[in-house]
C-alpha cells in the first residue's frame, strides 16, 4: 500500500459530502492525519466509521468555512496541535441552476458565491500564511467544468465557479517561487447519490467517481506533481 502523505497533515474542506468523504478517506488509506469540516456529526461519524483502522487518524470540526473568524480560529487550533499544514482541499460548493438571470433570487445567487467563492476566499487566506513560513504547501480547490463551460440557466453556479477559478490563479501567480503550490480541478457532473437522485434519465457512466477524482486530487498533492502550479485540470469523465 502506498503511503505517499505518511506524516503529512491535510485539511479537507467539506470532508464529509460527495466528493470530500472519497478525498478525506484515500489520504488516510495513504497514511495522512485528516483533518475535516462538516455540516452534521452523523456524516463525521460515518467517514470515521468507513476509514477503519484509520479511523484514529482523522478529526473533525463543524465549521462554516465561509465564515472567516470560524475558518482562521480553525487554522489557529489545528497549527496549534499540530504544529504545520502541508496540504489544504477545499471540497465545499453547492449548485442551483434551472433558472433564467431574470427569475434568479438574489438570495440563491449570493449563496452561490458564499459556497462557492468565499469558501475558497477564507481557507486560503487563513492557511497561505503558515504555507510561507514553513516554505511548503499545496491547495487545491475544488472549482468545475462550469467555470469554462457557461450554460443556459446557470449564471450564478457559473459565475461562482469561474471566480473561484480566477481566484486560485491569481493567488498561485503571488505565491509562485515560494514553495507553495496552489492549483484547481473542474470537475463535471460527479457521480453522486444527489446527482443520480436529480438527474435519473442520464448515463451515469459517463461521469467521474469521487474516487477517481480524489486519485487526481492526492497526486496534485503528491510530490510527483511538484512541478505543476497554477493550474486548472479538467476531471471531465467521459461527459
Request: hydrophobic residues 45%; neutral net charge.
Amino acid at each position: 500500500m502506498s503511503v505517499r502523505f505518511a506524516g503529512k497533515l491535510v485539511l479537507v474542506a467539506g470532508g464529509t459530502g460527495g466528493l470530500g468523504r472519497a478525498v478525506s478517506l484515500a489520504f488516510l488509506e495513504e497514511g495522512a492525519k485528516v483533518v475535516v469540516t462538516y455540516r452534521e456529526q452523523k456524516e463525521f461519524d460515518a467517514v470515521k466509521s468507513e476509514a477503519g483502522a484509520s479511523g484514529s487518524s482523522i478529526e473533525g470540526y463543524r465549521v462554516d468555512v465561509t465564515d472567516e473568524t470560524a475558518v482562521r480560529q480553525l487554522l489557529d487550533r489545528v497549527l496549534a496541535e499540530h504544529g504545520c499544514l502541508d496540504a489544504l482541499v477545499n471540497a465545499v460548493g453547492g449548485y442551483a441552476g434551472g433558472v433564467n438571470l431574470w427569475e434568479l433570487e438574489t438570495k440563491v445567487f449570493d449563496q452561490m458565491l458564499a459556497l462557492n467563492l468565499r469558501s475558497g476566499y477564507a481557507l486560503s487566506r487563513a492557511a497561505i500564511p503558515a504555507m510561507l513560513r514553513q516554505r511548503h504547501g499545496t491547495i487545491i480547490n475544488v472549482a468545475s467544468k462550469a467555470a469554462l463551460d457557461h450554460g443556459a440557466g446557470a449564471a450564478a453556479y457559473a459565475a461562482s465557479k469561474a471566480g473561484a477559478l480566477a481566484l486560485m490563479d491569481s493567488l498561485a501567480a503571488e505565491v509562485k517561487g515560494t514553495g507553495v503550490r496552489v492549483n484547481s480541478i473542474l470537475p463535471s457532473v460527479i457521480d453522486t447519490e444527489a446527482n443520480r437522485k436529480a438527474m435519473p434519465g442520464a448515463n451515469f457512466a459517463k461521469w467521474p467517481t469521487p474516487q477517481e477524482i480524489a486519485r487526481v486530487i492526492l497526486f496534485l498533492c503528491s510530490d510527483d506533481a511538484k512541478v505543476i502550479h497554477g493550474a486548472a485540470v479538467p476531471v471531465y469523465g467521459d461527459s
